[in-house]
């Protein structure tokens, strides 16, 4: 069985003050996506002793940043997407894995937030297409984790009827995961009205979980959010369907309680049968 998790740290040194090591030692987990790392590899190596860690730091200092950590050594890695035009710099990284016979391929990925017209929102329209490009070629075990920064159904965020205007749950970002999660090979009309293609990829944690409203990965820090559990599933894991058919297991490990947060996000966990 491999376990593997993914969660947007908030910046790591603050992460590892607040109690994620301890989680970490408790998780028993053998590969760890981080996104949002905002920190150098001497700060993931502080609270990963003994892991390999691949990361990719951002050109801005304390901005984006994305590491896989795992317990065993991945065969290659890859970081970047999409030409240079998309600025994926410390918001996409490829790792493969030999377990036995398979070669696992496991992405972390930090979407852009994104803001409605704005140049914010046209690097997230690039990078989304980039994805859409590059999903078909990451192999037949492949998973892509992390913050995408789209819920991509009603039931992925509480509030969802204020939030259609508002980047994060646009009709146009949601059209990219109807396309993503589409039936392979498929022409399919989109919840933004466009016709696409489908990847045939799954969407690990709703096929898991059923239809039910959430369960929720992120809260805000305003209000009482957390404790009113008004919230976004925006943190997946993205497998190709050989992948998920191995899924004996997945949860959204939320905190007991808004002061044990170490991060506004919750790791999403999933145990895959390889």
Same mark, same amino acid.
């Given at each position: 069985?491999?376990?593997?998790?993914?969660?947007?740290?908030?910046?790591?040194?603050?992460?590892?003050?607040?109690?994620?090591?301890?989680?970490?030692?408790?998780?028993?987990?053998?590969?760890?996506?981080?996104?949002?790392?905002?920190?150098?590899?001497?700060?993931?190596?502080?609270?990963?002793?003994?892991?390999?860690?691949?990361?990719?730091?951002?050109?801005?200092?304390?901005?984006?940043?994305?590491?896989?950590?795992?317990?065993?050594?991945?065969?290659?890695?890859?970081?970047?997407?999409?030409?240079?035009?998309?600025?994926?710099?410390?918001?996409?990284?490829?790792? =493969?894995?030999?377990? *036995?016979?398979?070669?696992?391929? &496991?992405?972390?990925?930090?979407?852009?937030? %994104? /803001? $409605? @017209?704005? !140049?914010?929102?046209?690097?997230?329209?690039?990078?989304?297409?980039?994805?859409?490009?590059?999903?078909?070629?990451?192999?037949?075990?492949?998973?892509?984790?992390?913050?995408?920064?789209?819920?991509?159904?009603?039931?992925?965020?509480?509030?969802?009827?204020?939030?259609?205007?508002?980047?994060?749950?646009?009709?146009?970002?949601?059209?990219?995961?109807?396309?993503?999660?589409?039936?392979?090979?498929?022409?399919?009309?989109?919840? =933004?009205?466009?016709? *696409?293609?489908?990847?045939?990829? &799954?969407?690990?944690?709703?096929?898991?979980? %059923? /239809? $039910? @409203?959430? !369960?929720?990965?992120?809260?805000?820090?305003?209000?009482?959010?957390?404790?009113?559990?008004?919230?976004?599933?925006?943190?997946?894991?993205?497998?190709?369907?050989?992948?998920?058919?191995?899924?004996?297991?997945?949860?959204?490990?939320?905190?007991?309680?808004?002061?044990?947060?170490?991060?506004?996000?919750?790791?999403?966990?999933?145990?895959?049968?390889?």
């Amino acid at each position: 069985m491999t376990r593997i998790a993914s969660v947007n740290v908030n910046g790591i040194r603050a992460a590892a003050r607040k109690g994620m090591g301890e989680w970490i030692d408790a998780s028993g987990v053998d590969i760890l996506t981080l996104q949002e790392v905002r920190g150098q590899r001497e700060h993931l190596e502080a609270i990963l002793p003994g892991w390999h860690i691949l990361e990719d730091e951002s050109l801005q200092k304390g901005r984006a940043g994305v590491a896989i950590a795992s317990r065993e050594p991945s065969a290659a890695h890859r970081v970047g997407l999409g030409e240079d035009t998309v600025d994926s710099h410390g918001r996409w990284i490829e790792a =493969d894995f030999h377990v *036995g016979s398979t070669t696992l391929t &496991v992405v972390s990925a930090y979407v852009h937030s %994104g /803001e $409605v @017209d704005t !140049p914010k929102q046209a690097a997230k329209w690039l990078f989304l297409n980039a994805m859409l490009e590059r999903l078909p070629h990451l192999g037949e075990y492949a998973v892509v984790t992390g913050d995408l920064n789209v819920g991509h159904r009603e039931l992925d965020i509480k509030n969802w009827r204020g939030n259609r205007k508002k980047s994060g749950f646009l009709p146009r970002e949601r059209a990219y995961f109807d396309r993503f999660f589409g039936e392979a090979g498929a022409s399919l009309e989109t919840v =933004d009205g466009s016709t *696409g293609t489908g990847l045939g990829f &799954v969407d690990v944690g709703r096929t898991f979980a %059923g /239809e $039910v @409203d959430g !369960p929720y990965t992120w809260w805000s820090n305003r209000g009482q959010a957390f404790d009113n559990d008004t919230g976004w599933r925006i943190d997946y894991h993205v497998a190709t369907p050989a992948l998920a058919d191995l899924v004996k297991d997945y949860r959204v490990d939320r905190y007991p309680s808004y002061d044990a947060r170490w991060s506004d996000h919750a790791p999403v966990i999933a145990d895959y049968a390889l």
